[in-house]
Structure formats: structure tokens, C-alpha cells
């Protein structure tokens, strides 16, 4: 048996539902580019969570595009072929046996099991990659360490976007999820490991997106870590320019990337804790949101 609300109870949540109102008229019909990675990937309620989260801001009236990458299940799966994981400069190095696994996971694993729980709410979710259509375009890049160029094998930027498939998917009424791979555009038939925090952000410039969130394993970003009152809830880009070289270095890709989004076009970006079940409604839709956020100025 269902029991009955206290009074108290009824209006919080009633307090929770006419404190959405206002971003639900700000973000009815628009695109919003969300980063699935960090903790949530590999906890099994947290995913749920997540594609639930996906599935009500489809009925909210936004139009959510999920990438994702795949760090820990490509590091389980290359540990279970007796494949070495290397990184350099936070990047993985990616030889094309690892390249091979690389492609398997995302698009056999991480990518068809989001789908599967999206679609466990409805026919909404629809599997894509940065190979798809060519969504996505990349060249190779290396990495400074020590002040040393190391070559990172089959990494690197996506520095082309054609949104088209994306559109088509959003304009028929579904959820694209994307893995982040690219063809190499150097290398006809060679397909790159490429960074998902900056593969959204140029997502996101490109759909012209109202909003990338990108959820990771922190509260958000800290100007002095590890101090815990140091948590700076919201920044502009120039303010993140100035700040971005003294951040850890795993901080940085994330920061990197809301930077891009908004210095594209993208009218704000956020980092927040995806360990929080059902944090991305609690950044779109409260008035303090959560995490941090960045805006042009």
C-alpha cells in the first residue's frame, strides 16, 4: 500500500515541480549535448538512472544527444585479452589491435546496453557513432611530456562535425547515443580513439546546442583542490582560460571542453557529479543547479 503524504512532504515536492517550470520554458524544444562517463558508466543503478533522466527530458520537451566514451570497460577488456593499457599525458596510447577493442566495446557494450535501458522506457533511444554518416572527422594528435612530442598511436581530435544524422534522429522523435570514435581524415579506412568530452563539445557547437553537461566523478571543479571549499559554481570562459593550466591534469580535458562549447556558440556548459543519482535534473531544472558551470561572459 501506497502511503499518504505528509503535508510537509506534498510541498517540497510541489515546491521541486513549480521550481522546474521556469527551465522548462527556457529549454522546451531546444538541443542539449550530455557527456555520459565517470562512475556512472559502471554502476549498474546510476545507468539506469541515467537513461531514465534521458527519457524524461525527451518528454520535457528538450531534445537530449548522449555521447559517451568507455575508459573503464576498454581497460577491462584489454586486461582480459592480455592487451597492456598505457596512458601518456592522460591520453590512452592506442595501437590498432587496441584500436580494434576500442571500436567493439563502444559499439557492442557501452553503447548498445545505454540504448537497451533507454529503450527499456520506450522506443527512444538510437545507436550511432562518430563513424556513422561521418559524423565525425578526426586527425591524429600526440601529447607534450616532459616537453617531449610522444606519439599516442590511433588518438585524436575530432575536427569535423556533420550533424546531419543527428538532426534526423532528433527531428523523428528519438535519443541519439554516440560513440566517440572519428575516421581519420588523413587516413581513408583508419578510425581514431578520440576524446568524448571534447568529441561533445564540438557536438555541441555544432547543433547549435543550448547546453553541453558533462558528468564526472567530482562535485565539479575546484580552484584550489583538495581543499572542499574551493568548489566555484559558476565561471566565466575568460576566467576558466586563466585558470585551466594550473587544474589537474584529469580535470583538464572536461574543463577543455566546456571552454570550446561555449567559445563556439554553446550558451553555457556545466561539469557535474555523476555519482549524485539523477544529477542532470537537478542542474536543468533547480535554480542553484549543481556542479559547475561555465558561460561566455
Known sequence: MTMPLSDLDAAAKAQVLIESLPWLKRFAGSIMVVKFGGNAMVDDQLKRDFAADMVYLRHAGIRPVVVHGGGPQISAELARRGIASEFRGGYRV?????????????????????????????????????????????????????????????????????????????????????ASVAPDLDAPGSVLNVN?????????????????????????????????????????????TELLPTLESGMIPKMAACLEAVEGGVEKAAIIDGRIPHSILLEIFTQQGIGTEVVAA
Open 94 to 178: 592506442t595501437t590498432p589491435e587496441a584500436m580494434a577493442v576500442v571500436r567493439e566495446v563502444l559499439a557492442t557494450q557501452v553503447n548498445s546496453e545505454l540504448v537497451e535501458l533507454i529503450n527499456e522506457h520506450g522506443a527512444f533511444g538510437v545507436g550511432l557513432s562518430g563513424e556513422t554518416q561521418e559524423l565525425f572527422g578526426g586527425r591524429r594528435r600526440g601529447v607534450l611530456v616532459d616537453g617531449v612530442e610522444v606519439d599516442l598511436g590511433l588518438v585524436g581530435d575530432v575536427v569535423e562535425v556533420d550533424p546531419a544524422i543527428v538532426l534526423e534522429v532528433l527531428d523523428d522523435g528519438f535519443i541519439p547515443v554516440i
Open 196 to 240: 568524448a568530452d571534447s568529441a561533445a563539445a564540438a557536438l555541441a557547437v555544432a547543433l547549435e546546442a543550448a547546453k553541453l553537461v558533462v558528468l564526472t566523478d567530482v562535485a565539479g571543479l575546484y580552484s584550489d583542490w583538495p581543499r572542499r571549499d574551493s568548489l566555484v559554481s559558476h565561471l566565466t570562459a575568460a576566467e576558466l
